[in-house]
């Protein structure tokens, strides 16, 4: 049985009022009815801010709905963070971790990161858990390494039995359109080559770290400029079970056809 699809669309810190989060969550949503789904899931993830309003909108709907970060502890004085309860108050059922822009620009660790994917675990909410190497590191002849070592520490002591609550998300930091992450790199997509290897050795990790059946169920999703233009020939590849979506996920008009995209494939 190959990995179901799962695309997710990441809002980053984008849109910024909770009208607007509701407006194009709503566009997309009804799209969304027209379309059978089969076991393909979709997931949009706005800012913490629009989380309440956004899920109230889509109540009912085949569009689900992920935080973009949470801590791993469930509460206290810890300013500024937010809880896994509460993200499952505003009827999450995904939340990103370990996304590069919080590995990179706020220093989360593998370590860290492994403490929430454990926690979202416990939490029954489901981990996307986003890996990938720098341009340097690619350069450097370093990429299978820095996966297998976010890989390895990240998903330290979990058991096979709850990998199939986990997503993969290999994004390459390069290809991700952030200036901020890439000040001197030409950012772009992975080739279907450089992403076929890199998903082919993930999920060969995988399988050879929790076993054939846990690993080859995981759905490990491609993120990092995927686009309507370029997202057929990297969903085409049987080893792409997916894709995590940042700017073309803002606005159902360059979301669904990335969605659409996807069934085809699972239609084949
Ligand atoms: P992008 O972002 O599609 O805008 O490159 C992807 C991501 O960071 O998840």
Known sequence: MTPKYVIGGNWKLQILRVEEAVSIATAIAEALEKLDLGTTEVFIAPSYTALYAVAQAIKGTKLKLAGQNMYFRDKGAFTGEISPDSLKDVGCEYVLLGHSERRRIFGETNAQINQKVK??????????????????????????????????????????????????????????????????????????????????????????????????????????????????????????????????????????????????????
């Not at 986003?130 to 998903?155: F, H, P, W, Y």
């Not at 930091?173 to 997509?189: G, R, Y």
């Not at 054939?212 to 057929?232: D, L, R």
Request: hydrophobic share 40%.
């Open 119 to 268: 926690k979202a675990l416990e939490k029954n909410l489901k981990p996307v858990l986003c890996i990938g190497e720098t341009a340097q590191e690619r350069k450097d002849g370093q990429m299978e390494a820095v996966n297998r070592q976010q890989l390895a520490e990240s998903l330290a002591d979990v058991e096979p039995e709850q990998l199939s609550n986990i997503i993969i998300a290999y994004e390459p930091v390069w290809a991700i359109n952030n200036p901020f992450l890439n000040p001197n790199v030409e950012i772009k997509t992975a080739t279907p080559e450089q992403a076929s290897d890199a998903h082919n050795f993930i999920r060969a990790w995988l399988v050879s770290t929790f076993g054939e059946t846990a690993g080859s169920q995981i759905p490990i999703q491609y993120g990092g400029s995927m686009k309507a233009g370029n997202c057929v020939d990297l969903l085409a590849l049987p080893e792409i079970n997916g894709g995590l979506i940042g700017g073309a996920s803002l606005s159902s008009e360059t979301f669904m056809p990335i969605i659409e995209a996807a069934l085809g494939q699972m239609k084949k």
